[in-house]
């Protein structure tokens, strides 16, 4: 943690002051969306890090991206809401065109326009990216998209959707990875043109996740990222950053939960002492917290390794897969300290432990990094 990260962790610390607990509790009481903490965040520059210095963003690393929903997330925020402007358009900054960087990165870095919504799961494929079949067919100078998506969150809060669509039938194809395209959409425009609609999917936590439904929807080609039909390898590019940057939120998670623990152990008392100086109540915390700690170690690794352009899929995976471990488990330590008491709207507690149990299934499940590290880390035999 050198000094301008911590800097820079103070500085978030300081913006989530302003929204406390009871500022979250009643977003989700309402399934309201955190605008104003999101336009704060915006204006503050945090939501840019990422964007290069000449499209007027900082220009920083992945690791300070990571601190930054690390902190929001630490602090009892839920960076979810805005988590997604950070690792979406990492596909516009790697394979965009250079008019479309210049078009539409300087207007996300000064929040006048938002990135936050990419639409890549279908209702029949599941995590099986390369059966989609929401289809993009070339029609002159645009192209002509219908389909479906779902689990596509805060499409009603984003003005660009980054949208992957079949470009040529898998018949076609002997690779099945290839024929898929990703097309910057205008969002807003479709819904209001009818070419989308968007029906918002009610889920036990306020994560504003919707479903869309695509009908003769036309995209300019010069929208189409990169070259046409390798869109899968431009997805597989930032998947890296948000294995990172998920495990960052969840590292935020699992220390605001063991931070909650350990207040309320050493508070409260039952038979005339705390409840913290019982091993039942301070075992789970303690291990916990080494658990929590030994992830973030992965986490940095990780991040350490994408800044420097290296080689960092097994890393963000692990990163990912430890950091959401750690964070349930935290959780699980801190409601079973609190007891009744942790059911309680006011103490945020149920609030935060429904959001952290995302992260052991999205937005990849836990079994399938499993997966991944047996096959491409340890070379054992596919799984099926």
Not at 179 to 197: N, R, W
Request: aromatic share 8%; with cysteine.
């Amino acid at each position: 943690m050198t000094e301008s990260r911590q800097d820079l962790r103070d500085a978030v610390r300081r913006l989530c002051s302003s929204y406390p607990g009871e500022y979250w509790r009643d977003l989700d009481a309402r399934q309201a969306y955190p605008q104003e903490f999101v336009d704060a965040l915006t204006q503050a520059g945090f939501l840019a890090a990422l964007i290069p210095q000449e499209f007027g963003g900082s220009g920083l690393g992945i690791r300070e991206a990571g601190v930054i929903l690390e902190e929001v997330n630490r602090s009892g925020g839920n960076s979810a809401v805005c988590h997604a402007q950070m690792y979406v358009m990492g596909t516009l900054l790697r394979h965009g065109s250079e008019e479309q960087k210049r078009r539409y990165l300087p207007e996300i870095a000064a929040g006048r326009l938002s990135l936050q919504a990419f639409g890549i799961t279908e209702p029949n494929s599941g995590s099986d990216t390369t059966r989609i079949q929401t289809a993009a067919v070339r029609d002159g100078d645009a192209y002509r998209i219908n389909g479906e998506k779902v689990f596509i969150s805060r499409a009603e809060h984003s003005d660009l959707l980054l949208l992957l669509a079949r470009t040529a039938p898998p018949a076609m194809l002997e690779d099945k990875t290839r024929g898929l395209s990703i097309f910057i959409v205008p969002l807003q425009e479709a819904v209001a043109a009818g070419t989308i609609e968007v029906r918002p999917l009610p889920v036990m936590f306020n994560h504003h996740t919707t479903q869309l439904f695509i009908r003769d929807l036309v995209v300019p080609a010069e929208n189409l990222i990169g070259e046409e039909n390798n869109g899968f390898r431009y997805l597989l590019d930032g998947l890296n950053a948000e294995r990172i940057l998920i495990a960052a939120e969840s590292i935020g998670d699992g220390r605001w939960f063991i931070e909650r623990a350990v207040d309320y152990a050493r508070t409260r008392v039952v038979f005339e002492r705390p409840i913290g100086a019982n091993q039942g109540v301070q075992f789970p915390i303690a291990l916990a917290h080494a658990h929590v700690e030994a992830a973030d170690l992965m986490r940095w690794k990780a991040a350490e390794l994408f800044d420097q352009a290296e080689p960092c899929g097994a890393e963000a995976n692990m990163a990912k897969l430890l950091a959401a471990d750690a964070a349930w488990e935290a959780a699980n330590a801190c409601i079973d300290t609190f007891g009744g008491y942790g059911f309680a709207r006011e103490y945020d507690v149920e609030r935060k432990f429904r959001e952290t149990r995302l992260y052991k299934v999205a937005p990849i499940n836990n079994n399938l990094v499993l997966a991944y590290v047996a096959h491409h880390v340890l070379h054992l035999p596919r799984s099926y």
